[in-house]
């Protein structure tokens, strides 16, 4: 049987032939906690990267501004899944060859995934087959009882080379505050940017502060809207009208619902425009987006400026 992902995340662990970008420690970003009470928040709606979750850099990226890291990284793909014999020979270093490869496959489905939205969204597992349908058919193979069919390995390849070019962790409590929400508050869901393999980004980080259960039995997937899935980016008003239907679904309106971001216009405003209630967190300052000036701005501040994940204790009404 094919290895999930998460499986195969753990495989790669212990393989002892591959290196990876070290884990980011985050740093807070300078600033005086806004702290108060919010009688009758029901739930807690999260992001993920640079919320729960720290990434080098701040937030999921397509192509390293670092030559050096993407070379690197486009020579672990080709090495690993053996691509060079499918590629057309031309002069030069074939890893760079495969980089402008991709970055032609992401523009045209960026381009593709236009339309009518404005904040358009690709899947990384479809850039990846993009990829591969511009080797040579007779030159590309995998082996499907490991990976799984063409979507699960274009997956999979496409969890490798991020993790070629992007440590993750979760964010210092992430898991104490998850549990707690789960035991004091009615609803507890994520309205992210990401990517398939985010889920795992999280569950991992998770579980190195000891979570053993699964990512579902703290966040339900009826309760996550993910940017992959809808096809639009924040602050595209599709994700949060999806979030919206969700919360109807379970009985809870948007002033009753505490969102959480690091970024006011992606975030906070569209947030706040459709009647949540809202909190910054600066807790990684390589993934705060906010200015000054919109912190004072009273159509933009949110309601509360965590510096920490655990000062939502005295924050919220924990009658459930």
Not at 244 to 268: P, W
Request: charged share 25%.
């Amino acid at each position: 049987m094919p290895l999930t992902l998460e499986e195969y995340a753990e495989y790669l662990d212990k393989r002892g032939d591959l290196s990876w970008p070290a884990p980011p420690a985050p740093e807070a970003r300078k600033a005086r906690p806004h702290l108060a009470k919010l009688p009758g928040v029901r739930g807690l709606v999260w992001s993920c990267y640079g919320v729960l979750v720290a990434i080098s850099g701040g937030d999921l990226i397509w192509l390293p501004e670092d030559r050096f890291v993407a070379e690197l990284a486009f020579e672990k793909v080709l090495r690993e899944f053996k691509l060079w014999q499918a590629m057309t020979r031309r002069p030069g270093n074939p890893a760079d060859q495969l980089r402008m490869m991709f970055q032609t496959a992401l523009e045209e489905q960026q381009f593709q995934a236009g339309g009518r939205e404005r904040y358009p969204e690709v899947r990384a597992e479809k850039v990846w087959e993009a990829v591969f349908k511009k080797l040579k058919p007779s030159e590309f193979s995998f082996d499907p009882l490991f990976y799984g069919g063409l979507d699960e390995f274009c997956l999979k390849v496409a969890y490798f080379y991020q993790r070629s070019i992007q440590g993750t962790q979760a964010m210092p409590q992430a898991l104490t505050v998850l549990q707690w929400a789960t035991q004091h508050l009615e609803f507890q869901g994520i309205l992210a940017d990401g990517q398939a393999f985010s889920r795992l980004h999280l569950l991992r980080g998770l579980r190195r502060q000891g979570w053993s259960g699964t990512l579902e039995s703290l966040i339900p997937d009826r309760h996550q809207v993910w940017s992959y899935e809808v096809g639009g980016r924040k602050p595209s008003e599709r994700m949060f009208r999806e979030m919206l239907e969700r919360l109807r679904k379970a009985g809870l309106e948007a002033q009753e619902v505490l969102l959480l971001g690091c970024r006011i216009e992606e975030d906070i405003a569209p947030a706040r425009r459709l009647g949540f209630r809202t909190a910054l967190f600066v807790g990684d300052k390589q993934a705060v987006r906010a200015k000054s000036a919109q912190l004072t701005d009273p159509r933009l501040r949110p309601d509360l400026l965590l510096t920490e994940l655990t000062q939502l204790f005295e924050c919220l009404n924990t009658a459930k």
